[in-house]
């Protein structure tokens, strides 16, 4: 059974969302409050309306408390994102995610009731940096304000090395939960295999002991 979207908001973050479900075989709802908009996704998503999300009515007419997961993607127009999620919530919409623009948005988001609050502009500006600073990280998904799971590729200084040898939980409090070898992920590789060059290590930590692994090992 095909899964069940709806995306508020057209830009370019919404945008690309509803092109990424519709590409995975979801069915998605795109709404924006823009004809032009709309009209560029009328043969991209599997439905697309012109509708002011703030009216109540508008919401209930469009039956989306019957939706598993509504995107708010609204862009710079905070007000209309909050009544937006706000009326979601009183609906009862099972999952809602919702973009924030700023730290503040955010807090108001968590206080109605979001289910999950994504800055994309922040978070895509944290993993080029960490790109920028090191040649050795990948990619990088913050899972906190503390914590975060990065990709590195493997240096000279620990190919050859096992887990085992490392002990990195002992000696700087982070896990290796995942390595890529080639077309191969091993999610619970051997304490005692060799990690080789070209390796990929998918390292989960906190942010503290990442930066310590990665002057010290790196």
């Known amino acids: 059974m095909r899964k069940e979207f709806v995306v508020i908001g057209l830009g370019r973050f919404g945008g ?26 009328a043969h991209i998503a599997t439905q697309a309306v012109v509708a002011d999300t703030t009216d109540e009515a508008v919401i209930k007419s469009l039956g989306l ?16 994102s909050i009544l937006t999620t706000l009326i979601l919530k009183e609906l009862g919409v099972q999952q809602i995610t919702v973009k924030a623009n700023n730290d ?21 500006g944290i993993r080029i940096a960490n790109h920028m600073i090191s040649n050795n990280v990948l990619d990088y998904l913050e899972l906190s304000d503390e914590h975060s799971i990065m990709e590195i590729k493997v240096s ?20 290796i939960v995942g390595i890529k070898r080639g077309e191969e992920i091993l ?10 060059t070209g390796d ?16 010290k090992v790196l």
């Open 16 to 41: 690309s969302i509803v092109k990424e479900l519709i590409s995975q075989g979801a069915n998605v709802m795109a709404i924006d409050s823009s004809p032009e908009r709309v009209d560029d996704f």
């Open 65 to 80: 408390r019957n939706f598993e997961h509504v995107i708010v993607a609204i862009g710079e127009d905070i007000q209309s």
């Open 104 to 124: 503040y948005h955010e807090k108001v988001l968590r206080k109605i009731g979001a289910d999950f609050v994504v800055h994309p502009e922040r978070d895509m």
């Open 156 to 175: 000279d200084r620990i190919a050859g090395r096992s887990l085992v040898d490392l002990d990195l939980r002992a000696k700087y409090g982070i896990n």
């Open 187 to 196: 999610i619970t590789p051997e304490p005692t295999d060799p990690i080789l």
């Open 200 to 215: 990929l290590l998918l390292i989960i930590g906190a942010d503290v002991d990442i930066n310590r692994f990665m002057k």
